[in-house]
């Protein structure tokens, strides 16, 4: 099914090295900001750090990449394909990285108009950043070795997940 896959593959280029950078991506929308922080890791750590084997889930969805990429280029498309193929040498060239979106509640939203202006709800989120980082560095040493791999984190606060989703679904005419 395809929810039990990865939420997105990105490709990128790696300027320093010259290598391509292959982005799986990530998101978690929780209300509670560390349990989001820790079920995103949890599930991109397979894509991250599979032992490759045929049954992983990282070799089903790089199959699904490899099997439906059409990027309307022939030759930027057979060049990508090398890139993902295990068994060319261009395969040794990729590096993986991770790209993940964590949404939580926060309390700094005012509850009615006006109670707070815009500067002042980004300082109070502001002042929070370094405890933000710092849950995200203390996860990431328990989820070791993807303390090691570059991982792009986007933060975004909601004044609720929920109302959020519900609001979603409604405009998606499931609601």
Aim: contains cysteine.
């Amino acid at each position: 099914m395809h929810v039990h896959g990865i939420d997105g593959i990105h490709v990128g280029v790696d300027q320093a090295s010259d290598r391509l950078a292959l982005y799986w991506g990530e998101s978690k929308l929780y209300g509670d900001f560390r349990q989001a922080l820790r079920k995103c890791l949890t599930d991109i750590k397979p894509f991250l750090c599979s032992d490759g084997g045929s049954e992983s889930p990282f070799e089903r969805d790089l199959q699904l990449v490899r099997d439906g990429l059409d990027l309307a280029d022939e030759e930027l498309n057979d060049a990508i394909l090398r890139f993902l193929d295990p068994d060319d040498a261009s395969y040794r060239s990729v590096t993986f990285r991770g790209v993940c979106l964590v949404g939580f509640d926060h309390i700094a939203y005012p509850t009615s108009p006006n109670q707070k202006d815009v500067t002042t709800l980004l300082n109070e989120m502001s002042a929070e950043l370094d405890s933000w980082i710092g849950t995200l560095e203390d996860l990431l040493t328990q989820a070791s070795p993807l303390d090691g791999i570059e991982i792009e984190m986007f933060l975004l606060p909601f004044p609720s997940v929920q109302d959020f989703r519900i609001a979603f679904l409604r405009e998606l005419g499931h609601g």
